[in-house]
Every structure is written in structure tokens, then in C-alpha cells.
């Protein structure tokens, strides 16, 4: 029988959360945030503040992933740990706003590739995919479904390299970049301005989220006892500190001249470094931005597919999508998922309207596996027994993971383009609802088996206990008589 294979390593790992992270939130949204947070260089300051709850929440899934190293990871924790309709629905939205997340990467940040082939002088190119950029979405999408298609170790090999390019581009910028920086060019653009730094704060914090996309490969990753706490803890502090260091490299080379004359608004890390760093250098830092973007691709086809794999194995949906190809890849639920992401590439004018709920669904999920590893010690301890990676504040660090997810929902509620995402949201939600009820008799399965066991052993454990109680009590008063 094919089953899942579990050929994914430390280093791919490693290469999957930092390509999943790593794109237009910190290429694109370091410079363009100044168009609706003008904080100038305390942008700094609000990539550090947005890694601490970043970093808080990615504990909660370091502790939650070896316990469930299974396909669907976010799913199996929510529904096994707190609720299975609550596991449901919050990947069911989750699910679909990866898939919206494809096609919008896919779409909507080409501005770091069009820097490229316009710094290498080829503004035919350049203008070819800004008229054809659905079509050229689609191919990308596409691409990456056979790379799926081929199975996990083709995935990891081709993850892996894009993680070294990347690596090799962002070293660059901050190794040649680094001479440009001066305090008096941090200071001249310093802006401090508390309702300003919150808001920046809460826009970059969406420029960390992605690291949970190996959470819902956990079925696919060896030894994931030890490698996905090792593998989420090591790449979420590198990403912080590469953020921080690429806007510190960024603004410390911007004159106060330079910054005065500069268009935020249509800017991007690589444009902005282009008139610091030598040709060649600036050339190929363009080229790790474009690797940027795409590489967020793959690990979100990745993520989708193992999703409504889980449901699949859990009967929710057709058990059809849990059928795995010779590669050990759950082939249906890629096509599936592929068709639906070409589907809101071709709509993209009318969905993007709605692309809030893309970071509505992501804090609805946070604010679920967060609760669940809140709860998990105390409703579960057999279960918590098997954490591999425990630490003593946990049910602080989810508290505080649990309250910045609502804090954040909250704060995108109040942006002027929210409410259209809102109602996708609890719309998708319903449809979700309604999927789960019409198949509710199916969801007999062996967990929710075990779980009824274990509650009809509990209940028959006190009685046993009661009984006996009673007996000794009567054969206590016999004897007294």
C-alpha cells in the first residue's frame, strides 16, 4: 500500500519555512508600508516588535507539531485537542485563504520581478509579463503542482535550492549594503508615532506568518520528534533577525535627500538598494526578491493539499482526496486545490476585493491551535506526556498568542477594505458548516472511537469506585452491630 514517505529533513525544513515566510512582506511591504504607517526607519522597530508574538505563536506549534507529526497538522491539533468542528472550520478557512494566497503571490507581486528585468536592461521582458501576468500566474501555478506531483523528496530538493538562492541574495544585500549605513541616515527618517508604530507592527506581523506550512506536512518529515521543534524554532529567529537586519541595511543607505525624493508607494528592498550597491550585486538581489515571491508557492501547495488530505482521512470529504499516486503524494487533492487557485487567478479583479480574509482565516487558526496548546497539559496530559519540546511558560506564551491573534483580527476589522473579507469569511464559513453536518455520520473515526471509549472507561471507573465504596461503608456498619 503507498503511504505517505517520510523524506523530509532538518534542512528541508529549515528551507520550508523560510521561503514560506520570506517574500513580498519584507521586499515589497518594508518600503510600501510608509505609504500607510509613515514611521520612516522605525519601520526597524516594527519588525522587532511583530517578531515577539510571531515567535510566541511558533512555540505553541513547536510544542503541538511532534506530538501530532501528522498530514494536516494544524487540522489534527484543533480537532483532536480542543473540538472537531472547531478543527474543522478553522482550517476550512484556512484552507481556502493558503489557496487565495497562491494565486495572489502568483498575481499580484510582480513588481520585484519586473525590478529584475528592468535593472538587466530587458524592459521588453519586463513589460511582456506585466500585460500577460494571469497567464504567466497560472504556468507558476502549474509548475509547481508537478513538482508536488513528483513527491516530497523532489519537493524538498527543489525547495532547497530556491532557499540557497534566496540566502545567497539576502547575504549580499546586507554584506555590500552594510558600508552604506550611517546613524545620522536612521535618525533623519525616524518617526515616532504610537498609533502609526502599532499599525506598521500589524501589517509586517503578516510578513512572518507561513512557518506553519510544515506543520501540515508533519506526516512527511523524518524523525519529527526532534527535527520540527529544532526546525521551527531555528528558522523563525533567523527569519527576525535577517528582517530586522535587511530595513537597517535599507534605511541606514538612505540619504535624508534620497528619502525625501523616494516614491514609497511603487518601491520595493531591491529598487531601493539599486542605487547603493554594485551593478551586479543590486542585479542578483533583484533576482532573490523574484526567487522570493515564487518560492512562497510551493510550500502552500504543499500545506493545501495535506489539509483536505486529513478531512479525507477523516471522512469529511470524499475519501477520494486521501488516495495517494506511486510517489506517496495525495495527488486529487492537488488537482482540486490547482483548479481552485487558477479559478481566482482568472477572477482575480473580483476577489481581490475580499483578500483580507486571507489574515482573517491565518489569526483564526492562530487563535485555535493557540487555545489548543493552552488546554492541552490540563484536558490531556497523557497526551502532553509525549511533547518532545515542553517549556515551563507555555500557557503564557499562549495566552499572549491567544490575545494578539484577537488583538490583530481586531485591528484588520478596522481597515477600510476588511468588511468585504469579513463576509467571505462567514460566508466560506457557512458553506463549511454545511459540509460538516451533511457528513457528520461519517466522522466516526478511530480517534473520536477512542475518545468515546476512553470517557465510557471513566465513567464505569467511577462507578466501580463508587460501589466499592458503598461496600466497604455497609461492611464497616455490620460490623459495628
Not at 74 to 87: A, M, N, Q, T
Not at 89 to 96: D, E, G, L, Y
Not at 265 to 293: E, K, N, Q, R, W
Amino acid at each position: 500500500m503507498v503511504e505517505l514517505r517520510r523524506e523530509l529533513g532538518l534542512k528541508e525544513v529549515v528551507a520550508t519555512i523560510v521561503t514560506g515566510v520570506i517574500g513580498g512582506g519584507l521586499f515589497i511591504s518594508a518600503i510600501q508600508i510608509q505609504s500607510d504607517a509613515p514611521i520612516g526607519s522605525g519601520i526597524i522597530l516594527a519588525f522587532i516588535l511583530a517578531a515577539i508574538p510571531s515567535i510566541i505563536i511558533a512555540l505553541c506549534y513547536a510544542v503541538l507539531a511532534p506530538i501530532f507529526p501528522k498530514s494536516g497538522g494544524e487540522y489534527i491539533f484543533v480537532s483532536r485537542i480542543l473540538d472537531p468542528y472547531i478543527g474543522f472550520i478553522a482550517t476550512w478557512a484556512r484552507w481556502f485563504a493558503m489557496i487565495a494566497t497562491i494565486a495572489a503571490m502568483a498575481v499580484g507581486d510582480v513588481i520585484l520581478i519586473q525590478n529584475f528585468f528592468n535593472m538587466a536592461g530587458l524592459q521588453d521582458v519586463a513589460s511582456f509579463i506585466t500585460v500577460n501576468i494571469q497567464l504567466i500566474a497560472i504556468v507558476l501555478v502549474l509548475i509547481f503542482l508537478i513538482i508536488n506531483d513528483f513527491g516530497i523528496k523532489i519537493y524538498g530538493k527543489v525547495q532547497t535550492g530556491m532557499f540557497v538562492l534566496l540566502m545567497i541574495g539576502i547575504g549580499a544585500l546586507i554584506l555590500f549594503g552594510l558600508p552604506h549605513v550611517s546613524i545620522e541616515n536612521l535618525g533623519s527618517s525616524f518617526i515616532f508615532d504610537g498609533t502609526s508604530l502599532i499599525k506598521a507592527s500589524s501589517l509586517v506581523f503578516f510578513g512572518y506568518i507561513g512557518f506553519a506550512a510544515i506543520a501540515n506536512a508533519g506526516g512527511e518529515v523524518k524523525n519529527p520528534e526532534k527535527v520540527l521543534p529544532k526546525g521551527i524554532i531555528i528558522s523563525m529567529l533567523t527569519i527576525a533577525i535577517m528582517y530586522v537586519l535587511v530595513v537597517v541595511v535599507t534605511y541606514g543607505s538612505m540619504s535624508p535627500e534620497f528619502y525625501a525624493s523616494y516614491d514609497f508607494s511603487t518601491g520595493s528592498v531591491p529598487d531601493v538598494m539599486s542605487h547603493f550597491l554594485p551593478g551586479i550585486i543590486a542585479l542578483y538581489v533583484a533576482f532573490a526578491g523574484a526567487i522570493a515571491i515564487i518560492s512562497d508557492i510551493n510550500p502552500n501547495i504543499l500545506a493545501t493539499s495535506r489539509l483536505s488530505f486529513a478531512w479525507a482521512k477523516d471522512k469529511i470529504v470524499p475519501q477520494k482526496l486521501a488516495e495517494l499516486n506511486r510517489h506517496g503524494v495525495p495527488r486529487w487533492t492537488l488537482m482540486v486545490n490547482g483548479v481552485l487557485a487558477i479559478a481566482i487567478i482568472l477572477l482575480a479583479n473580483q476577489f481581490m476585493a475580499a483578500v483580507m480574509m486571507i489574515n482573517m482565516a491565518v489569526l483564526l487558526v492562530y487563535l485555535a491551535v493557540t487555545t489548543s496548546a493552552l488546554i492541552l497539559p490540563y484536558k490531556h496530559p497523557e497526551i502532553y506526556r509525549k511533547a518532545t519540546f515542553k517549556f515551563k511558560g507555555l500557557w503564557i506564551a499562549a495566552v499572549i498568542g491567544m490575545t494578539l491573534s484577537l488583538l490583530f483580527f481586531g485591528i484588520i476589522l478596522r481597515l477600510p477594505d476588511a468588511f468585504p473579507g469579513f463576509i467571505l469569511l462567514v460566508v466560506w464559513c457557512a458553506i463549511g458548516t454545511v459540509v460538516y453536518v451533511l457528513t457528520l455520520e461519517r466522522h466516526k473515526t478511530y480517534w473520536t472511537v477512542q475518545k468515546q471509549q476512553r470517557k465510557e472507561k471513566d465513567i464505569a471507573d467511577k462507578e466501580l469506585i463508587k460501589e466499592l465504596v458503598e461496600t466497604t461503608e455497609d461492611r464497616i456498619v455490620k460490623k459495628k452491630k
